[in-house]
């Protein structure tokens, strides 16, 4: 009997929501980023630009992690941190970057045993 691996949703808050884990892992996560108009490279574009511009910090760095295996690039997503902050404010994009550092620390580590001696 294979058990499937819970969604982060359900790891998170599943023993307190389970209604709010079924529509985000079903609907959410399961439609409107399966919809075939918006690639998920852009949907994640787009939704860190909201959470970025919204301040929604608690949401932001699982959305950058989810940006970068989108292949969204570090670099793009300064480049639009750099032009939000005129639209939605300095303090919004500087917490945004500071974010995505703590991100790509974390990301560092995985990187480096692929550079380990070559033999």
Do not use: C
Not at 2 to 27: F, H, M, N, W, Y
């Amino acid at each position: 009997m294979a058990t499937e691996t819970p969604s982060r949703a359900q790891q998170l808050i599943g023993d307190v929501a389970p209604k709010l884990v079924q529509l985000t892992d079903d609907v959410l996560f399961g439609d409107v980023w399966e919809r075939p108009g918006l690639s998920p490279r852009d949907r994640s574009l787009i939704t860190v630009a909201t959470l970025t511009a919204l301040y929604r910090t608690g949401q932001l760095p699982s959305h950058l992690r989810l940006a970068l295996a989108n292949g969204v690039t570090a670099d793009e997503l300064v480049e639009m941190f750099t032009h939000l902050a005129f639209y939605a404010g300095w303090p919004n994009a500087m917490t945004a970057v500071m974010a995505l550092k703590e991100v790509l620390a974390e990301q560092q580590p995985e990187e480096q045993p692929t550079t380990a001696h070559a033999g």
